[in-house]
């Protein structure tokens, strides 16, 4: 499963990257207005921040205000995905800008039949919002077991983005399901570390250390 963080700020992306497992990084408007800073300075900077697809989304109303965006964010990197939204102008808008070679993140997915639709219209990504639904009382999750059999049935090759992740829970279901990618915010991607019994079990390991280390380890002890 590749991980992606779903953030804008780039000291975020630094450190995950330097941990060596992250695949690439999804943002938002929201996520992009949070920063306050120019938009083409902040997708620049993730793009030279991160080795891999980043998904970039447009603001327009109809289909050729978002086909014009998605070919202009194109040319800012190589590494630039544009991202739609779930709606006929945005379908329209993904098949063009497909057709022109350009990677789409269909997004703003909420139904197995849109997540039908994202794949025929060819795009690459398709981002259900778990999160989101869990929010109102539906299971996140059985959307994406769901995308998965449609997908598997007739070989799309669209690939599922998990996205609006809450917790490490969402994170291993999607990757039980079959899912290509989990965007995470940072927290989250943080917390799949993490394990009190993984503290405890070393807090313990050291202490029973630190008793005799002297005693019965000098020459290891040396060499430290
Ligand atoms: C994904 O591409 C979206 O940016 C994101 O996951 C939305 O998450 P939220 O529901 O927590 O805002």
């Keep these: 499963m590749k991980f992606f963080l779903d953030t804008a700020d780039i000291e975020e992306i630094r450190r995950a990257r330097a941990l060596g497992l992250l695949d690439g990084v999804t943002t938002n408007p929201s996520l992009i207005a949070k920063e306050g800073r120019n938009f083409w300075e902040v997708v620049k ?19 050729t205000e978002m086909i014009e965006e998605g070919k202009r964010f194109a040319k800012v990197h190589k590494n630039v995905v544009v991202k739609v939204p779930l709606i006929e102008e945005g379908i329209q808008a993904c098949r063009e800008l497909v ?17 039908l639709i994202a794949a025929k219209a060819g795009a690459t990504y398709v ?7 869990d929010d109102i009382s539906q ?4 959307l994406v077991r769901d995308i998965r059999t449609i997908y598997q049935n007739y070989g799309f090759k669209t690939e599922i983005l998990v ?24 927290k989250v991607f943080n917390q799949l570390f993490q394990h009190p019994q993984t503290d405890l079990g070393l ?5 029973d250390w630190n008793k005799v280390k002297d005693k019965i380890f000098p020459e290891q002890i040396s060499c430290l």
């Design 127 to 133: 981002s259900p919002f778990i999160g989101r639904l």
């Design 163 to 186: 996205a609006s992740i809450r917790h490490p829970l969402h994170v291993v279901e999607a990757a039980k399901a079959g899912a290509h990618v989990a965007t995470m915010p940072y």
């Design 139 to 142: 299971n996140g999750m059985d």
């Design 45 to 63: 900077d993730i793009c030279q921040t991160v080795q891999g697809p980043v998904s970039v989304e447009v603001v327009g109303l109809n289909a």
């Design 203 to 207: 807090e313990r390991f050291l202490a």
């Design 99 to 115: 057709s022109q070679g350009i990677r789409v993140n269909v997004t703003l997915c909420f139904s197995p039949s849109q997540a």
